[in-house]
């Protein structure tokens, strides 16, 4: 029997902040992204980060990981998960089922299955001959780049790391780190039936990314890059059964009105601003009649213009899965 996939068409806008610190982290001398006209931005890899590293801490497998905390390349990973469950002989479509069974990360966002071999140190994992059908999947959800919502302060914080020479003497190293002062960042994304149907992308494997999104941006690890980030709003639209329909990039829908005299580069917190949200209400009703439902999460910090739709309904985003109902059929 075969998975049950998405049944219809969704869209998503993320928004969450930073304080004092990279959103983005390397490679630009590890200073925050930005374009020429000095808009910052986030990559998706980073959001895609904070949701597999979730999944990951509560228990299930991901395909674009680690083994024993070190990097490994997609053979690798591949090769320890069929090891472990007995499915070295797999090949084909068969074998491509079984990784997307596997690995929520692959059905949501896809993967290249090009595996190699000779990049395998198990000399009997080198005999093996994959071919897997396909050998390039595109993932069911694809994610814009993340943007900041208004114009942001970077920061130079310095400072001196100390280490006990070997004759027990302080010996300070300087430091610089780069960061924002604050910076709201959007993000927006589509999660295409279609592609659900190669991908075997469920209904529950796309709201479990929505609420990964949300718990692993603010439960995100123990670095500057990471921490210090809090989820502020999430809106998920679910179109009709087959309308073939979407906005994209509903994050260019939102505005940040500073308030209380800040200026955009003076805001340090939700307590400085409003979030307008009136054309995206505007363009909403305006396809009312391809929208089956609105639903939204947000934190109890933010702040809006005007009243939120009535008939947009709460999204419980606390709310999390099994291990179990993340693998298998």
Not at 222 to 248: A, C, M, S, W
Request: a negative charge; hydrophobic letters at 35%.
């Amino acid at each position: 029997m075969g998975r049950k996939t998405l049944s219809s068409r969704h869209e998503f806008l993320f928004l969450y902040d930073i304080k004092m610190g990279n959103p983005n982290g390397d490679p630009d001398e590890n200073r925050p992204r930005v374009l020429p006209d000095g808009t910052h931005y986030v990559t998706d890899v980073r959001l895609k980060r904070f949701a597999r590293d979730f999944i990951k801490a509560r228990g299930a497998p991901i395909l674009v990981d680690n083994i024993e905390g070190r990097t490994t390349n997609l053979t690798g990973r591949v090769v320890d998960y069929l090891r472990k469950n007995n499915q070295m002989g797999a090949n084909g479509k068969e074998l491509v089922n079984i990784l997307l069974d596997a690995f929520i990360d692959a059905r949501l966002f896809g993967s290249s299955f090009a595996f190699k071999a000779e990049e395998v140190k198990d000399e009997s994992a080198r005999k093996e001959k994959w071919e897997p059908v396909p050998k390039t999947m595109t993932g069911a959800v694809q994610l814009n780049m993340g943007e900041v919502l208004h114009r942001a302060e970077e920061v130079d914080i310095h400072g001196t790391s100390i280490f006990a020479s070997a004759q027990e003497k302080a010996q300070g190293t300087f430091t610089t780190y780069f960061a924002l002062r604050y910076a709201l960042i959007g993000f927006s994304g589509v999660a295409n039936e279609h592609s659900a149907k190669i991908s075997r992308m469920s209904d529950d494997d796309y709201e479990y990314l929505l609420k990964a999104m949300w718990h692993g941006v603010r439960t995100s690890g123990n670095t500057r890059t990471k921490v210090g980030q809090i989820p502020h709003l999430l809106i998920d639209i679910k179109y009709n059964q087959g309308d073939e329909f979407q906005f994209g990039r509903l994050h260019d829908y939102v505005k940040m009105i500073a308030s209380n005299g800040k200026k955009e580069k003076e805001c340090a917190s939700p307590k400085d601003y409003n979030l307008d949200l009136s054309l995206l209400i505007e363009r909403l009703e305006g396809q009312k009649d391809r929208i089956e439902t609105v639903c939204y999460a947000k934190s109890s910090d933010i702040q809006f213009t005007e009243n939120l739709p009535t008939d947009w309904e709460v999204f419980d985003v606390e709310s999390l899965p099994n291990k179990e109902t993340t693998t298998g059929e």
